[in-house]
């Protein structure tokens, strides 16, 4: 048996995923017979088969799926990797800070409003999915996340910039769409959008005590097939208000009335805090306050006052968020 190579590791998943050579090569981008070599050789580098070779392409055996499982971490955990080393070694480079996309305007705005200042090391913005955000902190590949909803990671440090009343987003032919807020009860038979995978932070247990409202409705995995289940009137969704006050066309968010507040959070990795993270939550922190300051003396708000929380900004000495 021979060393494994992360190279042969790489092919393997391919063809595991495709469960077929030629599609695995056309992925590639190399042809089938260097393919097959490659897979081989990693098989006599095991000391096991991996896949059961057919005309009508290919099953995994037993090995060969503790390959694929262990494989797609390795390839993972090197692209992340080189992603850390190739930031630690342009030191220059942008600060990467990321948010769903459902806040991609309040990102522009943050990223805009601190660029402004002229920094010695800008920030670019990073759009992701509302569930991918805490995964691109811990893999390097983001320095800063958007969070809304609790934070258990003890490997991630964050600061709440404001609490959000909760709404519900639903059709504009909803039987509750004329109303100028909703409550639990109104939506104790009313199906609610299921998220698959993680789901999204608005269903976190830890705000709802009691549970969701509502039961379950059908099941989405993005914000696209989100809204086009809304439009349809077969179900409502959790939602929080936008930034830019527009409404998806179609639908009305409309406030729960005895729904939670839901933390907005600056989030950022305690192992990989950098010096150029400090100044871009001091300057975030110190707008969110002076926002809150003028809606106050507007006499505008977003909902009743918040309790205090104590949070540390990295490097600086705990502040107190009133």
């Excluded at 958007?146 to 600061?159: H, I, K, Y």
Aim: net charge positive; charged share 25%; proline share 8%.
């Amino acid at each position: 048996m021979g060393e494994v190579e992360i190279r042969q590791v790489r092919y393997f998943v391919a063809v595991a995923e495709e469960l077929s050579f030629t599609r695995a090569a056309q992925r590639l981008a190399m042809t089938q017979p260097a393919l097959s070599r490659a897979i081989r050789a990693l098989e006599k580098n095991v000391g096991a088969a991996l896949l059961v070779r057919t005309p009508q392409g290919v099953t995994l055996t037993d090995a060969g799926q503790v390959m694929l499982d262990e494989g797609r971490s390795l390839v993972a955990g090197v692209a992340d990797m080189t992603s850390r080393v190739r930031r630690a070694a342009a030191r220059h480079d942008a600060l990467t800070v990321t948010g769903p996309g459902c806040d991609a305007s309040l990102l522009d705005r943050l990223v805009r409003s601190y660029n402004d200042t002229t920094p010695p090391r800008p920030v670019r913005a990073a759009v992701g999915t509302p569930e991918d955000q805490l995964e691109r902190l811990r893999s390097g590949r983001a320095d800063v996340a958007l969070w809304r909803a609790a934070l258990r990671d003890p490997g991630l440090d964050g600061v709440v910039l404001r609490h959000e009343p909760c709404r519900v987003l639903m059709s504009e032919r909803h039987r509750l769409a004329g109303k100028d807020v909703v409550s639990i009860a109104d939506l104790v038979d009313e199906p609610l959008v299921s998220w698959s995978g993680t789901g999204t932070p608005l269903a976190d247990p830890g705000l709802w005590p009691v549970g969701l409202p509502g039961r379950p409705g059908p099941e989405v995995s993005d914000g696209l097939q989100m809204l086009a289940v809304v439009r349809l009137g077969q179900a409502c969704s959790l939602a929080v208000p936008q930034e830019n006050g527009v409404t998806p066309e179609g639908t009305v968010s409309i406030p729960l009335a005895d729904g939670p507040l839901v933390p907005l959070r600056l989030v950022w990795s305690r192992e990989r805090t950098t010096p150029d993270i400090r100044p871009f939550v001091q300057h975030v922190v110190a707008s969110a306050r002076a926002m809150r300051e003028v809606r106050h003396d507007t006499g505008r708000s977003t909902g009743p006052p918040c309790r205090a929380e104590r949070h540390r900004i990295p490097g600086s000495a705990v502040i107190v968020r009133p």
